[in-house]
């Protein structure tokens, strides 16, 4: 896949990643949007949206011109580090460290960033462990050595005094003083620093909580707060990344930053949507909030729909007026219009005020088939309508879900799919992908799935449910609402003293930013498709299937018939769906002849289509020939009718291919034909056939919904 | 491409600043230098464009056209121009000869012409006359190589209310560019030409009686070479045929040669001298054999009674000839050569060696004299008075009353003396030093003293204080008899075509102990004094 697949309007010249950044890619310099007051970027996408790949071009293509540091929260290494001296390193710290040596690795306009204030904290917090023996406290100052600025403005200034007092510090091993040695340290930092260093060092740890303006008492506080951990040490690493954000600042205020630098600098947070992130993300927001403006232009991702919990007041839904962040997507065009509402008081009002929601962009059909075009192997002319199938299938099952297109790009890149039936999505997801050695490959859906779901597990999954995850969620890709799936995890959790409830599972799904539907449990097509065939595959013959829907049906059988289903209308409906999906048309035929009389016609067009939705896996498939009655069928012309147009609305409803126009054209008269039946509702029927076949003829879904949107 | 060019000098401030500073330090100096050296001509002073490497212009503001000798009247010119620029009534004078010479005697030449030209206007300007003059210098290029240029900026000058352009002096060379430069400023352009130092009998309207003027509106106050050899021969007309001797060149058609041969061979008293010697050069610089037949010739003269040698050559020849007649030894017998005017350039051919041989080695004054005619000479009139008192002395055996001394020598000698006087007051400024001897700042003076009259009479006799071109032009034949311009190297009197009547040259010799032209006397072309009131007689065009 290209690199920047999808992002033309983000990385474009006068998009608006070029405008926060004031430099296009190819480095001319640009209008700076908003400042000096910043927004916090979150980039919110589900898995799969192309958000850490956005990030990795902005970081290949504008960190050639701007200063970027890029840092991936989900990477264990931060954790690693820091567990090696939990006293005075934590994760944030560590992140901050190499933050600071990325920014000081800048060799472009302007040169390196020096970090004097975040090495002074970080010092500090180094030389804070008050149990630890002398040799380890000065190997773990001079481990900041590196932040010491070398050249540039500090060089009369901080650069021969660091030196100097390094080696000073290091002479404490030898001689171990009666103080402290984090007053050792700090009093040979500030010994040794010239008049601006001092006066620098004031106006930022002078404003720790409690300094009173003295640098030294500030960096006491800010290593005694993460001595004490928890909350305490939260504040001291907020404050620690405000002395980077400083120094940052500090690089382009200058005289000489000013005339040498251009555009503003970036932090790129990927995985951003963990512990980790938020601890990132917060102290910006919260210093923002309170007037420390800075420019560093902050672009984290999220996957959550929303941007994350944490931006929100507790309790309070998202979406309350005053809470809504600003939200944006490419295709809206133009520039997002973000401004922090007047008012508030800092620390009361949430910190959605501070966030810019970028959505990420889906493919629009379009750059779906160039990309396609583009995997092609070997292009066969004149197969038009084999590619267009092709197409077609990818379009349904992505979503436009970039990840999705690439991969079943791959996966079909060599296949043609010659025969008229063969191109449906199930078999798109049989495609294989070769990858290394494999010679065969494994089948397209699986990778998708590994991708999707197994790599990236929602944050607060309970460690012990990670090994089922996959197969809590295949079960539950049958499942409509939380009734039936609370049904199925109760089955399938059955011996396990942990259990996840179905409504736990929903949450854990948004905070994927896998979305919602509200005729589906898992409310992503694709998602759905791919879990659905696992769950097939999960035991021999689709029993695990077969299991699954004979469960639900039993359910919803031993409940009353005319027990009110929101989705289905009935129980006897849903329950119906599920026959259906078992594979007994019969009996449904039946049911919806037996109901036909005993209904309201719109209650039973509404029950035919939630009924008719059923997949069907497994089966040889029979439906267009039923569908056109070209099969036989025992029974009268209404049980004739109704069992062709079970058949036509299930083509319709379960789309794994595209649509057949005999099938489209025959639909909407089999229905208008049943209400030349005496007892049927003639103008309810031939109303709704015109409205289905109005549908048809845009090959949208009879019954609209949020995962099927996208078709048509 | 252009954005590596972008990024590397125009992304950050400090990268403007330094490509800003780094172009305008390339482009500046260009932008400077380039204009003057391609396209637009570049502008040595007002009026004044850079072209092959001079300066050629129109310029009455002082400029001096980058010759040090000139700086100093150049000046003076443009400050008097200055001075008389607030007046209304104002015509221009252009003085067009080459302002930028080579040697350094062609400076002091320039320098005096000019000083001439300055002087006349200074005098004129305060002659409560008017209009006023104002001067302007025209410099055509080395050799008058660019004179079409000039001429072109004096044609928009004369039409021009503001510059009034009423003549063009100067003209100190006769050169084929000289005579286009005349031919079209009078013929086609109908400006008014005073040539105050040029010779050649090319350069002249002929006085015949046709009444069509080859040269319409030409003026000249100097002999032409064929007077001046005749002028010459009558200054010599008292010796006997036996005293004298002509060597000739017979080359065909130099104009120059034929004439003085001509000049020299009028009928002498006495019994018959030596015979003519004849010769016959390569070319005007060339001189192939001539070497053996001076000395042939030198010989040959030795053994004559002839003490004064009429030389009928050109200068080259003349030296070649000077040398051999001194080597021959011929018993302490000194010699005159007697020669045209372009002996005045004699000089220019001689070595210091040379002059040494010429100057003899017995201490008893030079082995060989050269004369020449020279069209003026500040000594020329307290001389000639001296010897005319004594003749009359002689003739009469008492001093001649004071009145009776004729006028046209008492006038030349006022108007000289008012020149001298004018020079030691240095009421004009500072000029630069003034040498009267080589007749160059006469000449001028008298030119434009002449053009002065002109400008005056037609002034005087037609409406509106600035008269046209044409009424200048009509005014050159009126200056005679009652209106004759007494100038300081003699009265000037115009024939119809333009012509000095019976303008007197002062025969100079050039010594050759002293290398300095000493006045000799006077010669006339008509070989009798001018007439009194200097009346142009009927006959003469």
Redesign the interface.
Known sequence: MPDDLGFDKLLDDDGLVARLLGKTRAGRNRKLLYGPDLPVVLLVGGPGTGKGRLLQCVRGEFGRHVPTAHIDCGLPVYREQAEQHPQTRSVPTEVLREVARQFGAWQGDGGAVATPRLYAGLAAVAASDPLADTATLVSEVQRHDELLPRGSFWRGVLNRAGRAYVGVVAGLVAHPGAVPFINAVLDELLARTSQEGKALLAACYGEYTGAGGHPKLGLHSLASHFQQGGEAREVAEGFLFRALRQDIEAAYVSLLGRLSRAGRPALLLDHADNALGRRLVRPVLEDRERGHHDRLVVMATARREDGGRFLYHLGGAAGTDDDAPVSWRPSDGGLPRWSRPSGGVPGLTPLSRGVLLVRMPMLTRDQQSRETARLQVRRVLGDNAAQLRIDSGIHRLSGGRPLFVTRLGEATAARTFREPGAGTDWALLDARVRSGEDAEGRPVAELLLDDLIVRQPPEELPPEQRGHWLDLLSHLSVAHDAECAQILMREVQAGRDERLSAYRIAELLRDSGWPHCSRHFIGDLGLRRLLMRRLYRLRANGAAWLGDHTLLREHYRALEDDEADELFGSAAAHGMHHHLAVGDAEAVTDYLDRTFLTRSARVWCDELLAIAEAPLLGRTDDRRARALGEAEVTGDVRHKRIDRLLHAVRLCEDRTEPLDEAVTDTLPKLLERLGEEPAAGAGTLTQTAREWGDRLAHKQPLRPCTCTRHIG | ML?FL??TF??????K?CTILVVLAVVVPLAIIIPGRIGAPERCAEGVERSAGECIGVNGSGYDFGTEEIHQVADAIGRENERIAGDKDIVSVAMMLPLQPKSEAESAQLRSELQGAYLAQYRANRSENKPLLRLVLANPGADYGQQEKVVDRLAAMADSPRDNLRAVTGFNLSLDNTKKAVTRLTGELRIPVLASRVSADDLANSDDQSGSLRYPGLARIIPTNRQQAAALADFHGGLRDAETVLVKDLRPNDIYDESLAKAFSRPEPGPPGPKDQPFTSPGINDLGDTGNDFTTIGHNICESDARVVYFAGRPVHLRLFALKLAEVPCHGKKYTVVSGSGAATLERYMSPGDWEKLRGDDGAGATITVQYAAPGHPDAWDASLRTWEKERRAVTGKAPAAGDRPAYLTEPQGELRELRRLIERQSGGDIGPVTLEDSRTMLVHDGVRTIASAVFLANAQAAGAVPTRERVTAQWPRLEARYRVPGTSGWICLTNGGNAYDKPVAVVKLDPGTRRVAFVGLGWPERKPQPADCAVPSGTG
């Open positions: 954005n972008y990024n125009w992304a950050t401030w400090i990268r600043a």
